[in-house]
């Protein structure tokens, strides 16, 4: 299309340092390092995935690893042994009661009141080759100290045992309250137990659902397939060789319900949801007999929870040949980079996009070629365990002195009444009694900061009456922000010379900003004016124009852009 019209010129001043900060959830790092069920894992502390040696499983399937904050390897365990940092078999770390060909035999779970200690729950399992040994295989947890032996780490507490009937199927969920979480089993008929993790411990007494297909002691439906909760928390989905179920969990009371069963033709073993929690992946077989056999990730929508839509939503993904004839069936596991990764006999694959319905998920083929993996399972870790913060410090406005700040705080904590305690970064603090507001909270406190530091490091720590633990968060604030940021996009029509302006300035941390638009000529005579946002002008013909947009902040120590 010809248009009829030269170009508009569009001049700021430019120049303008735009500050910013971004704040990282450093919890997600505590999967950074992941080892396989083979002696080598990778890691993301480098950025991209990078290839680890060194490990020492060497198992068919399952396992589990977890780092610190800052994504620094602690330990890790295939359910049966624990290996700490060095690779080295913690002391009292053998014997636990996993399995060593399980899809979901270890799952790590720091405690909730001692940052140096962690759950290591185990499930046993069942395999084909011993069917009849239901009552015999427990569900159990152990717990790992990571002060013992010169802060490499113990097991102080071993095969604490759970229940029997163990399907080798759980999985974690954060409780509604913003502090607790729910760790959840099933066993070899339809009955789910959640129980509740809180910082007095692990309850052993769980809300049982009795939901889904009964198993009826079928050992084949339950010896493979794996078990995974939506990021979200609102779902809940299991895999069980030729069908999987989805459940609705409800985070407050810990009970599945709505089970909607999806018969396959093909063997479904791995699962995964997107990080925004609207699509489900599915791993599956397309036949162990045949010279090259096929397997293949298949993607479903459940932007409407209902069966008949979810299966029409069904798209193939990928389609992987393989020739070596292996038959390993790919487990698929979210990221802490909020991809999804799975492991392919000798390679790592990887959905780049998982939010996106359809092939604009982005299948990646071998970004990592591993040696001497052939396996199925990569380890357990779910990053939106610890991902969604309880406590936020969502808002600040500073006033017009520019020394003066108000707060907002929010929690999804629940109690009669909650403590909000204020650490300002300038030595001074406040402490707030708030009445609970259900199932988030608010509260305001402004603080005047005196004059001579531009940037403070404000803390929030939220404490309820009746539900036992700690929130924090951080805010980084910045009492003289930058000047705003001036900029515009224009919407144009061909042959039309009235043009839609619209504003896309940058706050740069000031609360708000006035518009002022002028309208020249080339000759820079003023044309005309506005003070609206996004403003509408009409030119009087086809020509060249200059457009200026001036950003004005209203506190008084700020400039103009």
């Avoid at 399992?125 to 009552?135: E, S």
């Avoid at 982005?362 to 990569?378: A, C, H, K, Y």
């Avoid at 904590?413 to 403590?419: E, R, S």
């Avoid at 305001?444 to 005196?450: D, I, L, N, S």
């Amino acid at each position: 299309m010809l248009l009829n019209y030269k170009y508009i010129v569009i001049k700021l001043n430019l120049g303008i340092l735009l500050c910013f900060s971004i704040v990282f959830n450093l919890n997600a790092q505590q999967f950074n390092n992941w080892y396989f069920p083979t002696n080598n894992g990778i890691t993301f502390n480098t950025g991209v995935p990078t290839f680890l040696s060194g490990g020492q499983l060497n198992l068919w399937s399952s396992c589990a690893s977890i780092s610190d904050k800052n994504g620094d390897l602690l330990f890790y365990s295939d359910g049966e042994k624990i290996y700490n940092r060095n690779n080295v078999l913690m002391p009292n770390g053998s014997g636990l009661l996993g399995g060593f060909s399980q899809t979901n035999t270890a799952l790590i779970i720091p405690f909730l009141s001692d940052s140096s200690k962690y759950y290591v729950f185990t499930a046993r399992g069942t395999l084909a080759y011993f069917p009849g040994n239901q009552a015999t295989l427990p569900y159990s947890y152990s717990v790992v100290d990571m002060r013992q032996n010169g802060g490499l780490g113990d097991v102080v507490s071993k095969n604490n045992l759970i229940r029997f009937f163990s399907t080798e199927k759980m999985t974690a969920i954060p409780h509604g309250n913003g502090n607790d979480i729910w760790w959840i089993c099933r066993d070899w008929t339809n009955n789910f137990y959640s129980y509740k993790i809180t910082c007095l411990g692990f309850n052993n007494s769980p809300v049982i659902s009795t939901v889904g297909t009964n198993i009826n002691n079928s050992y084949f439906n339950i010896s493979g397939g794996d078990i995974k909760a939506s990021p979200d928390g609102k779902y809940i989905s299991a895999c069980y060789r030729t069908y999987f179920e989805i459940y609705e969990f409800n985070k407050f009371t810990g009970k599945l319900s709505n089970p909607i069963k999806i018969s396959t033709s093909q063997e479904s073993y791995g699962v995964e949801f997107s990080p925004n929690s609207k699509l489900l992946y599915i791993s599956q077989f397309e036949n162990f007999t045949i010279p090259t056999p096929e397997q293949h990730i298949v993607q479903y929508s459940l932007s409407v929870y209902d069966s008949t839509t979810i299966m029409n939503s069904f798209l193939k993904i990928t389609e992987i040949e393989r020739p070596d004839g292996l038959g390993t069936i790919a487990g698929l596991q979210l990221g802490p980079d909020n991809k999804i990764y799975s492991i392919n006999g000798f390679t790592i694959d990887r959905i780049e996009n998982p939010n996106v319905l359809g092939f604009g998920c982005n299948f990646i083929d071998s970004i990592l070629i591993m040696p001497n993996v052939n396996r199925r399972r990569l380890p357990y870790s779910p990053p939106f365990l610890f991902a969604s913060p309880n406590v936020q410090i969502p808002t600040y406005r500073v006033a017009p002195d520019c020394r003066t700040v108000s707060l907002t705080g929010k929690t999804y904590i629940k109690g009669n009444n909650l403590t909000f305690k204020w650490k300002f970064g300038d030595g001074d603090s406040t402490v707030q009694i708030v009445p609970s507001g259900g199932d988030t909270t608010y509260t305001t406190v402004t603080h005047f900061y005196p004059p001579g530091i531009d940037t403070f490091n404000v803390q929030l720590f939220v404490t309820s009456d009746t539900v036992c633990g700690l929130g924090s968060a951080g805010k980084k604030v910045i009492v003289k922000p930058p000047p705003p940021t001036a900029k515009f996009g224009t919407a144009i029509s061909c042959n039309n010379l009235t043009v839609n302006f619209t504003d896309s300035s940058l706050l740069n941390f000031n609360p708000s900003i006035t518009h002022q638009w002028q309208f020249f000529n080339k000759n820079n005579l003023l044309l005309g004016s506005s003070i609206l946002q996004n403003p509408v002008f009409t030119f009087p013909t086809l020509d060249t124009f200059t457009v200026r947009l001036i950003a004005r902040s209203f506190l008084s120590c700020v400039q103009a852009d």
